[in-house]
């Protein structure tokens, strides 16, 4: 995934299949081979139990039980539009619910890294639209240990803290975010000022 | 926001509320903030983190 993404809502590929609570979205990707693969775009269809209005957005392709695997290893031939079509997904959900916020794992740290880096690089784009969010997720050191192989560790106490992601704010890939959130920007729905 | 985008946006809305069925997908709703806050209070000071930032 080196290719540097340009995320751009006018160059997309064609949704062809899409739920009508906006829930659900599918595409097919052209592979650097030439193959095509359907991907599929999934907002959970439940918030997470105490945070009523997060819900999880993953993307893949569907494996033979019909499941979709967001940890896939594709080799699009046009990231770009791969990634502006699942971002323009989220926008289409978020404009008929604004109130929400979408979250995405980073699931190992180079796609997290990855995602960040396609968000600094379209900030200026993707600012006009989303507030974005990265969240780390930091333990407690409940004591310093008496040797090295004491655990100070309590991992049962983790607090999330969320950054808003701007502009001049470089973040290195050892300390990148563990998840990324999205919210809709004020103004940016649909019949807002043009930015 | 871009009129063109507005319009794309308002087209894909309408297809989906034509589209009418809610396609079959298996996906755990579980994610690594699920796995994080555990309790209330941690939910309430993510919030009030989230807003503020």
């Known amino acids: 995934m080196a290719a540097p993404v340009k995320i751009n809502f006018d160059i997309l590929y064609e949704i062809e299949k899409i739920s009508p609570d906006l829930k659900f979205s599918s595409f097919r990707s052209i592979l650097n081979n030439g193959n095509e693969v359907p991907l599929v775009v999934r907002i959970s269809n439940q918030s997470h139990a105490l945070l009523p209005n997060v819900y999880n957005l993953s993307f893949g392709p569907l494996n033979a039980k019909g499941k979709l695997d967001d940890k896939a290893e594709l080799t699009h031939a046009d990231y770009s539009k791969v990634f502006s079509t699942i971002l323009f997904s989220a926008l289409a959900y978020l404009e008929t619910n604004p109130d929400h916020y979408l979250g995405i794992d980073g699931s190992d740290n180079a796609r997290a890294y990855f995602y960040y880096r396609a968000l600094q690089r379209n900030y200026a784009y993707l600012d006009k639209h989303f507030r974005m969010y990265g969240v780390k997720y930091y333990v407690r050191i409940s004591r310093f240990g008496k040797t090295q192989y004491d655990n100070p560790f309590d991992f049962e106490d983790i607090i999330p803290y969320p950054f808003r992601i701007r502009r001049d704010d470089p973040v290195s890939q050892d300390h990148m975010y563990n998840y990324f959130i999205f919210n809709l920007k004020q103004g940016g729905k649909a019949g807002g000022k043009n930015q | ?53």
């Open chain 2, 1 to 53: 926001m871009k009129k063109t985008i507005a319009r794309k946006v308002a087209a894909l809305t309408k297809k989906a509320k034509e589209q009418g069925k809610k396609p079959e997908v298996n996906l755990a709703t579980s994610s690594s903030l699920h796995q994080v806050i555990k309790t209330k209070e941690q939910a309430a000071l993510f919030m009030k983190l989230l807003k503020e930032a």
